[in-house]
């Protein structure tokens, strides 16, 4: 995940620096379009192979032709959508961007059953490869495209690549499942897979309001800069959220009988998340104007309040990115749809009451929107895992702790007249050294378990040949 995520972000940043704020809003728009196209692709079928205890023979390969299917006419709508698309956001690119990307649809369905079966059985190396392999090839085509002038059709190579590369690796990884017509061994799973997909409608609803009102209503270049803003607070939701949901999902599901193993894996799983999350979401937050105009150009300094603020967000986001693993797994289907419901009104409350004071308001008001859903989340991880309140609290507070006295130090440095770089330079070192004495003076045995959690995270696993009674162990 690291690696993938890195690739993308590397040549969204690329990206950004070569077409500037105007070009990149078309990419950002197209994105919007194509991110909620994709929810129709599985409709939550692949998350029932993965939490289903029992699964008929043929089951995985009936999924696979529905999810082919799906992709298929989701990609002819797409085709047929796009001039709508672009008159709704003013933009005529996003029409002629859309028809490319439309291609790419039926090879993302390719690859969603076998990347679940190989998730179901906890063969994450096999996944791991197909995305580095094929992250590093998209990124390279839509850089090399973006230099040779293709301007924002560089996205196009670039997700075509990825998508094409991805759905080889894995069905030769997983050996298929290939689709075959026993469609009745779908329905099985459609009560599960539905309540699934409803949720991750309503999640995409509530997370990427924010940049449909933007991108309408403010127009493609404030789209641009918010969007930007706004992959940076995702980044740690997609590098570490995503890496430790890939693990915790299948071993939830497989806990499911064992409620004090339920409680340590989430008490696990939030310590890492916190402790790899909050420093790094702190940093960014206080260097964001630094880092902004070094990174990404002088014409993107607008966009540094909001990656200050989002910042904040990405970490709180973070930490609790686990909460709908835990309730999938245990098979809560019917309160994921309960919990989403209420987020998004939440959610897009604030946004809205943001949209009326301007960009920086949105941001705003969807972190402040996310920080009173936090007292909900905290309590529906104490219901379904046996894990109280205050111990949910003890985990995280030392990583904000820590980071707060780190903040205060790089920001003191920044009362001293430095340019960007220099003021980088010397407060990436200074701020990671006060976190870490932080950390060893106030918290020593919470520093202790995150280095013996981190040397398990990036320890090279045996091979799943190995003695099944090892692995069970």
């Known amino acids: ?66 999810n082919l299917l799906f992709a298929v006419l989701v990609g002819g709508a797409t085709v047929l959508l796009a001039p709508w698309a672009g008159d709704f956001f003013h933009a005529p690119g996003v029409t002629a961007l859309l028809l490319p990307l439309a291609a790419a649809i039926p090879l993302k369905g390719l690859a969603i059953t076998p990347r679940a079966m190989l998730s179901r059985d906890l063969m994450l190396r096999p996944v791991a490869r197909a995305d580095i392999l094929a992250a590093a090839a998209g990124a390279t085509a839509g850089i090399t495209a973006a230099l040779l002038g293709a301007g924002y059709f560089a996205l196009a190579y670039q997700v075509l690549t990825t998508d094409a590369l991805t759905a080889a690796l894995l069905l030769a990884a997983s050996r298929g499942p290939w689709p075959n017509l026993h469609l009745r061994e779908v329905g099985p799973l459609l009560s599960f897979s539905l309540s699934v997909f409803f949720t991750d409608f309503l999640a995409y609803f509530s ?11 403010l127009g493609v270049v404030p789209l641009s800069l918010y969007s930007m803003a706004y992959r940076i607070m995702v ?45 790094l979401m702190a940093l960014v937050a206080c260097a ?18 909001l990656v200050s603020v989002l910042a904040v967000g990405g970490a ?12 999938k797994g245990l098979g809560k289907g019917k309160l994921i749809v309960r919990y989403e419901i209420t987020a998004a009104l939440v959610q897009v409350g604030g946004i809205v009451i943001g949209l ?14 996310g920080f009173v859903l936090t007292p909900v989340l905290l309590l529906l991880q104490s219901r379904l895992a046996g894990l109280g309140v205050r111990k949910q609290l003890g985990v995280i507070l030392p990583a904000v702790h820590a980071a707060l006295w780190a903040s205060a130090a790089y920001l003191a440095l920044g009362l001293a007249p430095l340019l960007p770089v220099v003021q980088l330079a010397l407060g990436l070192p200074l701020f990671a050294a006060v976190h870490a004495a932080a950390l060893f003076l106030f918290h020593r045995s919470h520093l202790k378990l995150f280095i013996s959690q981190a040397r398990t995270l990036f320890s090279r696993q045996e091979n799943h040949a190995a003695d099944p009674a090892k692995e069970e162990a």
């Open 1 to 66: 995940m690291l690696a993938r995520q890195g690739f993308q972000m590397l040549c969204a940043i690329v990206l950004a620096r070569i077409l500037g704020p105007e070009s990149y809003g078309i990419i950002s728009a197209a994105m919007v379009y194509t991110t909620f196209a994709a929810l129709f692709l599985d409709q939550g079928l692949s998350s029932a192979l993965i939490q289903r205890p029992e699964l008929g023979r043929r089951a995985a390969g009936a999924t696979a032709t529905v």
């Open 288 to 305: 964001a104007p630094g880092l902004v105009q070094v990174v990404l150009g002088d014409a993107w300094l607008p966009a540094a309040p």
């Open 356 to 369: 009326q004071f301007g960009l920086f308001w949105v941001a705003f008001g969807l972190v402040a929107a």
């Open 235 to 279: 980044v740690p939701v997609q590098l570490v959220g995503q890496t430790v949901n890939r693990v915790m999902f299948p071993a939830f599901s497989r806990a499911a009988g064992d409620a004090a193993l339920v409680a340590a894996h989430l008490s696990r799983a939030m310590h890492i998340l916190a402790m790899s999350v909050v420093p």
């Open 207 to 217: 997370r990427n309001v924010d940049n449909i009102l933007v991108g309408r209503f």
């Open 316 to 327: 709180r986001e973070t930490i609790f990115y686990i909460t709908p693993s835990l309730m």
